[in-house]
């Protein structure tokens, strides 16, 4: 601030007071505005005028608009990060905790299963035969190369599901196989299973 001296000489200084006209109005709600930050009236307006100086803002026009873009850009910025995240979290989610709880889900039931007291089986004595030379759990040679058959055809089945299978190693985790088979081939196969 300059300080006007009685010989019309400048000095610089602090201290030294200079008045600026504005409309009553305008003083009446400057006056209530600087009540709320408990300060003077001259360090509120050094305040608000370095504020607008050191973020390039400015007062009418376009200083509300940049401000705007700015906000909307960081906005932008944000959403990004955040689909990232829901990204990520996804992820783990299908390859890390779903299967683990499924795991965790068949132990539990298997578990659950062995865990019921059971009734000791009465032991069966068989009483001792005579007819052990006569040939036994035969089967007639059609229905045995039908067997046969039936078998060589879920080896080939089972060959191409084993086909589907690869290993997937996810970046958390322990590593777990996975079958590339669609919906209504793994029904099938349920179907045929049963």
Do not use: W
């Amino acid at each position: 601030m300059e300080k006007q001296s009685t010989n019309n000489k400048t000095k610089k200084g602090a201290g030294g007071y200079s008045n600026i006209t504005v409309k009553k109005e305008t003083a009446v709600h400057f006056r209530t505005y600087s009540k709320k930050f408990n300060r003077s009236h001259s360090e509120l307006l050094d305040g608000m005028v370095r504020h607008f100086k050191e973020n390039d803002l400015y007062p009418f026009g376009e200083g509300t608009k940049i401000v705007v873009d700015n906000i909307k850009k960081l906005e932008i910025k944000m959403m990004k990060k955040f689909d990232r995240i829901i990204a990520i979290i996804k992820n783990m989610e299908r390859t890390s905790i779903r299967p683990t709880y499924e795991m965790v889900l068949i132990l539990y039931e298997a578990y659950v299963k062995d865990g019921r007291k059971r009734k000791p089986e009465q032991v069966k004595i068989q009483e001792e035969r005579m007819d052990f030379l006569e040939p036994r759990n035969t089967v007639p040679k059609t229905e045995h190369d039908r067997i046969l058959r039936e078998f060589e055809n879920y080896k080939k089945r089972c060959n191409k599901i084993l086909k589907k299978v690869e290993k997937v190693e996810p970046m958390m985790g322990k590593p777990y196989l996975k079958i590339n088979m669609g919906i209504g081939d793994f029904e099938s196969l349920k179907y045929k299973l049963k």
